[in-house]
């Protein structure tokens, strides 16, 4: 079946086909280093993740570009409020953006380019748009005309025509031809940084720097391009203007947004102050699986509303996901007393999963199959009438789950990755007849306060009581 994505640009369900067969081409708009990323930046991330994992599971190539936007006003004013470098100070929490990404067990993109690290590339572009004719000075800043470029307003369904000769509305704004106009290049100014350029002294604006790393890094035209809703207007409409503007090419095929995690009907974030942070949640005892379950289990277009209650439903439903995987891991290799009728409704409920995803990237709907799946599963194992076939066939749909949402079952916090590994290693041990290692494998365990029985219906393991 078809992957079909709803396509801000169009308005409705798109099939999707890449530029490049095989291969998929994805900018997601990054953090602005300033602060730390609140749990609502981490929905978006998140959405982002589990696009990239499904597009990979389904066989895809996958090559990524996240931004980190380390100057712009906000950087700039914090670093010197902090009386430090901006370099300094955005360091900070670069390296913070890193070890919450890993926390959450989001995949590393293939590049994170930082804006400092490209200006002579935003010169470049900028340069490109005055030659066009698209660009007018005023006041050492350089401001992107938009009644130059038709498009404009397509992908925020925006009358541009109301804000042509509208009244002045702010008035930082004066030096603008158009409100709408927007600044491609900021003039120097004595306490702030600014870097000497082919097209002279300044700083890039916002939309530029999206612009000129995106289309360096992924090509003029590429495939998907991604942010939360308040990224549509106006950073995602100056960034299509840009860079069409520029090359005359179409920019980007496939624009998506996630909608906002909420709280209390109000967007989270920064300035609302109604936030918070992984480091928050973890103080408060939280498990970050459960945070990264809780964060995607909701389909991508629809508000979340935060709420702890939700947080803890989310945790228990990812409990039943690992005790069905510890469960599995108790049976030996050789059940033959089924019928293979659980491996059946597996295959079943996998691909109710994956058409669900195909579809949108439908999350909520994949998790009820699996649910369904779970409930299935432990009611035949109840039974004692199951085949090796059936249980790998499980094991198979749990295996499919981790990787597309990025969360094992049975890994959890209490029975780590290596002691489930070690289980497996010597019941393999065993099936080789090399009893000596898999006597090494018990006692190990042992040790860590895992104890193992054999019954005639595989190996179960308990806690050593203390
Ligand atoms: P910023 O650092 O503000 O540029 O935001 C980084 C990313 O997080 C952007 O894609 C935003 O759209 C997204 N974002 C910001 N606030 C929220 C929120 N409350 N819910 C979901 N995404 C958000
Ligand atoms: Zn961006």
Not at 57 to 85: C, E, W
Not at 141 to 165: E, H, N
Not at 225 to 254: C, L, M, W
Not at 394 to 404: E, N, S, T, Y
Request: glycine share 8%.
């Amino acid at each position: 079946m078809a992957i079909r994505f709803y396509n801000t640009l169009t308005r409705q369900e798109d099939e999707f086909v890449p530029l490049h067969s095989g291969e998929v081409r994805l900018y997601t708009c990054g953090p602005t280093v300033y602060d730390y990323a609140h749990i609502g930046n981490f929905r978006t991330y998140l959405w982002e993740d589990l696009l990239r994992r499904f597009l990979r599971f389904r066989g895809y190539r996958v090559t990524q570009a996240m931004n980190l936007t380390d100057v712009d006003d906000k950087t700039i004013a914090n670093a010197r409020a902090a009386g430090i470098s901006l370099e300094d100070y955005t360091r900070r929490y670069i390296d913070a953006f890193f070890e919450d990404i890993e926390t959450l067990g989001i995949e590393k993109a293939e590049h994170y380019p930082r804006a400092t690290h490209f200006i002579p590339d935003m010169a470049r572009l900028v340069g490109k748009l005055m030659e066009r004719g698209h660009v007018y000075e005023s006041r050492g800043s350089l401001y992107f005309k938009i009644a130059t470029y038709p498009g404009y307003g397509r992908l925020s369904r925006l009358d541009t025509a109301a804000g042509v000769g509208q009244a002045r509305i702010d008035s930082d704004e004066y030096e603008r031809d158009n409100p709408r106009d927007f600044a491609v290049w900021k003039a120097p100014k004595d306490d702030e940084p600014f870097w000497q350029t082919e097209i002279g002294p300044g700083r890039p604006g916002w939309h530029i720097e999206c612009s000129a790393m995106s289309m360096k890094l992924l090509g003029e035209t590429f495939d998907i391009h991604t942010g939360g809703v308040d990224n549509i207007f106006p950073h995602h409409e100056n960034e299509i203007a840009q860079s069409e503007a520029a090359t005359g090419k179409p920019f980007v095929r496939y624009w998506m947004h996630a909608a906002h995690l909420v709280v209390d009907g109000e967007k989270m974030s920064k300035s609302r102050g109604n936030f918070f942070t992984l480091r928050d949640l973890a103080a408060r005892g939280y498990d970050m699986r459960a945070v990264r379950y809780h964060l995607v289990s909701v389909h991508y277009r629809k508000p979340l509303n935060f709420t702890f209650e939700g947080l803890a439903q989310s945790q228990a439903a990812l409990a039943r996901l690992d005790d069905l995987a510890l469960r599995l891991g108790q049976f030996g290799a050789s059940h033959t007393t089924g019928t293979g009728d659980l491996a059946a409704k597996a295959r079943e409920r996998l691909q109710g999963m994956l058409e669900d995803l195909d579809h949108d990237l439908n999350t909520a709907g994949a998790l009820g199959h699996l649910f369904e799946l779970v409930r299935e599963t432990h009611t035949t194992l109840d039974t004692g009438r199951f085949s090796t076939e059936d249980l790998e066939a499980v094991r198979k749909v749990l295996h499919a789950f981790g990787r597309i949402f990025g969360i094992e079952p049975g890994q959890r916090a209490d029975l780590d990755a290596e002691i489930e590994d070690l289980i497996r290693r010597r019941a393999e041990a065993r099936s080789q007849r090399n009893f000596a290692e898999s006597d090494r494998i018990r006692d190990d365990l042992l040790r860590r306060g895992i104890v193992l029985e054999d019954t005639p219906q595989g190996v179960r393991w308990k806690r050593k009581s203390a």
